[in-house]
């Protein structure tokens, strides 16, 4: 009912930013909390950022204040602003949404931070 389309993932170098988008489609009404999310290989799903529908912020402390997370809900658009990428950064990140009580998750973009 909800499709969750990441872009904007690349391949940097440390130190270098990246700005992620998440595009939501289909029954879009309602939708509460979005989020990032990220996997590295050989690791489980860590959460990085979410944000309520009231715009109200919550970040995983291993971001140490790089990351920046923001939506445009006319455009049904979740962001995360990426800056001061690390290695360990590295990971496919994932965007989430709930609507009614119920989780919807993209397919990931990849992103590879080099040393």
């Known amino acids: 009912q909800v499709k969750l389309v990441e872009s904007g993932g690349g391949l940097v170098q440390a130190g270098e930013s990246l700005r992620l988008s998440c595009a939501a489609s289909?029954?879009?009404?309602?939708?509460?909390?979005m989020g990032w999310y990220r996997q590295a290989p050989g690791k489980q799903r860590e959460l990085v950022a979410t944000?309520?529908?009231?715009?109200?912020?919550n970040y995983a402390d291993f971001v140490k204040g790089r990351f920046s997370i923001s939506r445009d809900n006319a455009k049904n658009t979740v962001y995360l602003q990426m800056n001061s990428l690390k290695p360990e950064d590295t990971a496919v990140y994932y965007c989430?949404?709930?609507?009614?009580?119920?989780?919807?998750w993209g397919q990931g973009t990849q992103v590879t931070v080099s040393s």
């Open positions: 289909g029954i879009i009404f309602s939708i509460n909390d």
């Open positions: 944000i309520t529908s009231g715009g109200r912020t």
């Open positions: 989430k949404a709930a609507r009614l009580y119920v989780g919807y």
